[in-house]
């Protein structure tokens, strides 16, 4: 019974084959990722481990950046910022980025996000820090790359930027911080996470 | 022989009383800054409690600040860093608080004050958070406050930049900004910690 796990058993009610099958796909999927990372991770890897089609994969988790967010159990869909982040104008990736990442902040999602960083910051999470550097970090960077700097530590410092001020407003309790308007974090910060991705910053690393 | 806590006992070799008289001094400062902050805190109160002359805290700890940094067990004479942030022309601060932060993470005090920073977001040091809100934040603030801008929330915005490149850096090791060398990170963190402290920053809280 339980070792048939090639597709989702069908049932009216609860279907505990399907449980199973979600299952064995993500435990094979963060073995993979925490083996190779996410770039020489494949699904077609992910599903042979797993002993399904990888259409199953695509059908339950979507694409492989979704899977890496469901394996480091991210508590929003990335792709909402992400996607965000594909379309805005290279001008206005600050201010995007910093009201994206706010948004999330201040959903429901908000204090599993908190949680992740702090066990980032706790040293626990070595696939929660893949998955920063390695799906979110690189979708921004792809933005920015150019010949003559790959955009690795202007990411970096975004980054950085990012993670101070979520730790000053929701762990900390840095006041006049915590309690901003969102729309005055984006004014005020905005800019800075701009020049740190396209202005001049006395670094180039080509 | 215990209770006479009125003045360092003069032996050769070790000297316990020291310890206990320190030690004594240290409880009450703790108690009082815990309960009434670092402004309301008088070195003659602590004395006071502490059964000592308040010259004797002095001779043990300098200057009130002094004392605090060593009640929350701070790695490192915060002075040395402060008055750096005294004399700097304003317009040179941002430059000057990112290199002198960043030679404290660089001393041997560095791994103190990343533990110390670490406590913190875990929520488990107030007195560190106080310590680092009403003396070093407080002291940045009187450099820059105008009667148009209480500096409150630009000290914040600096203090979170400031954390997110020290846990870039020192904690989730993120590359190349931890191997970034230090007068690069001040040419790159710098001018966005001066444009918190004194630049145009859509935020004003008078």
Redesign the interface.
């Known amino acids: 019974m339980s070792g048939d796990r090639t597709r989702p058993r069908r049932r009216s009610g609860r279907r505990p084959g399907n449980v199973d099958t979600k299952a064995a796909i993500l435990d094979a999927a963060r073995a993979r990722f925490a083996e190779l990372g996410f770039d020489k991770t494949s699904i077609r890897a992910v599903a042979t481990d797993a002993g399904v089609d990888p259409a199953l994969v695509h059908h339950y988790f979507g694409t492989k950046q979704q899977l890496f967010a469901a394996v480091v159990d991210f508590p929003a869909d990335p792709e909402a910022t992400l996607s965000a982040i594909d379309t805005a104008p290279v001008d206005e990736l600050g201010a995007t980025i910093v009201g994206a990442v706010l948004s999330v902040w201040d959903s429901p999602a908000g204090p599993g996000v908190v949680a992740m960083v702090?066990s980032?910051?706790?040293?626990e999470t070595q696939l929660a820090?893949s998955f920063l550097?390695q799906v979110v970090l690189e979708r921004v960077r792809l933005r920015i790359a150019t010949p003559q700097d790959d955009g690795?530590?202007r990411v970096?410092?975004v980054?950085?930027?990012?993670?101070?001020?979520l730790?000053?407003?929701k762990?900390?309790g840095?006041?006049?911080?915590t309690s901003?308007p969102a729309a005055?974090v984006v004014?005020?910060?905005g800019?800075?996470v701009q020049?740190?991705l396209t202005g001049e910053?006395?670094?180039a690393?080509a």
Chains 1, 2 share one sequence.
């Open positions: 702090r980032m910051i706790a040293g820090r550097l690795h530590a970096a410092l980054a950085a930027q990012m993670m101070g001020v730790i000053a407003r762990i900390v840095l006041e006049p911080l901003m005055t004014a005020t910060v800019p800075s020049r740190y910053i006395g670094t690393t």
